[in-house]
């Protein structure tokens, strides 16, 4: 069936480093692809999505890029700040009237 | 819009009791959802409905857990008789059908059972 592998954490960064956190899923037709925040104490929130090979979601300085290529959508940051620290999940959509969630990846950010 | 509200905030229950979360989804949203999440399984989809009809329950645990969604505005999810081991965050999200995979989530209940 189709499934989303991310990268395990926690990922412990200093505040300004550069972030990535992997994430690859199942190549089952062209799944629109999506990145979420949880921040302490709260749900879900979108952070990004990506509808079609090649293209690119961003926001808040997050960026991921759809890699069909390579089934992958890696979420980037090019300075993270303290800020930033939660838990991060890939999820692919299907068309099938539900997402998939990852496994999540914590990010701790440091000053 | 106030969003996905979620009630209450925090349940605690003795073993054995009946507890019942419950769910407003977003105005104009076809499509609502109950996520389970726990440091173990982490998120896992309970049960999804579209337009008031349950679609998917594949993923309620087993026959103590209920859910229904009488009406555009409202749904609950009922545990009868509930166990420690279902102590957990429970989250609903809503989205409109066709959005996607763009899912509001609400803030949860986190449900102690001792």
């Known amino acids: 069936g189709n499934s989303v592998t991310q990268m395990e954490g926690p990922v412990t960064l200093s505040e300004e480093a550069f972030l990535t956190i992997n994430c690859t899923y199942t190549?089952?037709?062209?799944?629109?692809l999506f990145w979420y925040v949880q921040y302490p104490g709260e749900g879900l929130q979108l952070l990004l999505k990506a509808t079609k090979a090649d293209d690119k979601g961003s926001n808040k300085g997050f960026e991921a890029t759809y890699r069909k290529e390579t089934t992958s959508f890696h979420l980037e940051k090019g300075s993270v700040q303290v800020s930033d620290s939660a838990v991060y999940f890939c999820a692919p959509y299907y068309n099938t009237d539900k997402l998939i969630f990852g496994t999540g990846t914590r990010l701790q950010v440091f000053p | 819009d106030a969003g996905v509200i979620q009630s209450p905030r925090h349940e605690v229950t003795e073993m054995g009791q009946e507890v019942t979360l419950r769910c407003k989804p977003i105005?104009?949203?076809?499509?609502l959802f109950w996520y389970r999440q726990t440091m173990m399984r982490g998120l896992e989809l309970l049960i999804y409905?579209?337009?008031?009809?349950?679609?998917?329950d594949s993923g309620m645990p087993e026959d103590r857990f209920s859910a229904k969604m009488p009406n555009a505005s409202f749904s609950t999810l009922k545990i009868q008789p509930s166990e420690p081991r279902d102590s957990a965050v429970y989250f609903c999200a809503s989205s409109p059908q066709d959005r996607g995979g763009g899912y509001t989530f609400g803030s949860g209940t986190r449900l102690t059972v001792v």
């Open positions: 409905f579209n337009n008031n009809v349950p679609i998917d």
């Open positions: 190549a089952t037709g062209y799944p629109s």
């Open positions: 105005s104009g949203h076809n499509s």
